[in-house]
């Protein structure tokens, strides 16, 4: 059986499974090293808007981009 709905590229892929989390959902980790996703400031999949946060290591800085906008923010 071969499936029918097989995402064109990584980031339709991506889009697809951020639109299948449930609508209770604050927050989703992506492991992206590479950075082939290409991901901005900020991601909008099904009416819904993610913030990006990169971690390259430095917690400090991680922690205070991430409280900025609050763990309320998607």
Known sequence: MIAQNLPATLGDYFEQRLAGLPSQA????VLDPPGRLD?????????RRWSVFRYDGNDLAFRKAYGQDGPTAP
């Open 26 to 29: 604050r927050l989703a980790f």
């Open 39 to 47: 991901l901005g400031e900020a991601v909008e999949v099904a009416g």
